[in-house]
DNA sequence: CGAGCCCTTGACGTGCATCAACGTGCGTGG
DNA sequence: CCACGCACGTTGATGCACGTCAAGGGCTCG
């Protein structure tokens, strides 16, 4: 049950209940947390491998837009129910997948807190990459295709529009990256890129603890 | 099964595996990050309510500490497993319960990268306030005891031990809370601390989007 | 090819981290 | 029970990263 949808697609709104257990295949879904008065704020990204699962509740009040054309693979709820019954692993691997997507936000939330803007940019690279290369072993491609515009991404990283343009910049001006167009970055210096996303601590100079 | 620990025990070790599900009857314990160079982070807070569970991965590199002394209420992984197959709303349950503290840690990610220090300090006593009281229904206790050091409680609202200790000064020397100890704490004005925990978007005077 | 929005760049103010020194609460031993 | 000492907490001074306001290009769409 392959589907495909175009970009600015509203896959999930979060009152009304999924029909079917879905993963993504290829490309980038947002995930939004819409407040009362409207406004919404990227709240967390989902990309190839991970699903969108009819559980309750249906993760209150967050909203799935597509942000790139998107490739999704549809288990309808009654398959997804067999399933469910005949493979007794399934479930427990359902809540691990939530437990670790915890530790993950949980990490991200103190990264939020104490890393400065430059590492949270080179992070979101870094893992762009990672995250969008389907087979593990492939090498590491040099040009990503940013699926989201500087507004979310400043959102998604906790910053401003103007602070995520500057410390693009300063990646560009330092050599580490090239940028073609607006969604376009090709990686000149992963080594650096990487150093910069995951600071050795105290290798800056300061004392631990 | 009832059981007691003291201040300052561990729970629960990242790799070892729970030999048993346990409910927080009364206490608060922290939940550390440890990295690799020993340096640790709390990652988040359980209250009475919350339960440790012995499930896989058990929460990937977590270490669970008594922050006060805490009363815990223990089934065996056997009673566990025979409540699980008897009562097939359980699992959802527990899925639910990981899928709402998913979307709390979300939350809490971007008060931590948008919100100003004092907002994160009247959060903090606010939730402290309702999260410890047991029966909902019982009125609003004006004495709190903070179960965190300021160190500790510095590194939960992603800032330092400083900024922590000033926004408290501000809080007395407005009135709003008067301080006994280290650790006890008194409400004098809940109305004007919930107002700076959840400020009405709009009504600082910014402009929306 | 043109209009509009998105992005970039600049100038400025400020909240908070950092460094440093002092004061206080709390556990310990006499 | 009191006094001592250390760790924890408070307060002050300073610098910087980043948010904000403002103006200028450059993509991308129709």
Redesign the pocket.
């Known amino acids: 049950m392959h589907r495909r949808y175009a970009k600015g697609t509203v896959l999930m709104d979060g009152g009304a209940k999924l029909d079917s257990f879905r993963i993504l295949v290829s490309g980038v879904i947002k995930l939004l947390h819409v407040e009362p008065d409207g406004r919404q704020h990227v709240a967390g990204l989902l990309f190839p491998g991970d699903y969108l699962c009819p559980t309750q509740p249906p993760i209150a009040r967050l909203v799935a837009e597509t942000a790139t054309p998107v490739e999704l693979c549809c288990f309808p709820q009654r398959v997804f129910e067999i399933l469910l019954r005949k493979n007794a692993m399934l479930e427990p691997a359902i809540l691990g997948h939530a437990l670790n997507e915890l530790d993950d936000v949980r990490g991200w939330a103190r990264v939020l807190a104490h890393r400065?803007?430059?590492e949270r940019v080179a992070m979101f690279l870094v893992m762009l990459e990672q995250r969008t290369r389907i087979a593990s072993e492939e090498a590491r491609r040099e040009v990503l295709h940013l699926p989201l515009?500087?507004?979310e991404l400043a959102d998604y990283l906790?910053?401003?529009?103007?602070?995520?343009?500057?410390q693009?910049?300063q990646l560009r001006d330092r050599g580490i990256v090239e940028?073609k167009?607006?969604?376009l970055i090709r990686i000149r210096d992963w080594d650096a890129l990487q150093s910069i996303a995951a600071p050795l601590p105290g290798a800056d100079g300061?004392v631990d603890r």
């Open positions: 400065p803007a430059l515009a500087r507004g906790g910053t401003t529009i103007e602070t995520v343009s500057r693009l910049t940028t167009g607006r969604s300061n």
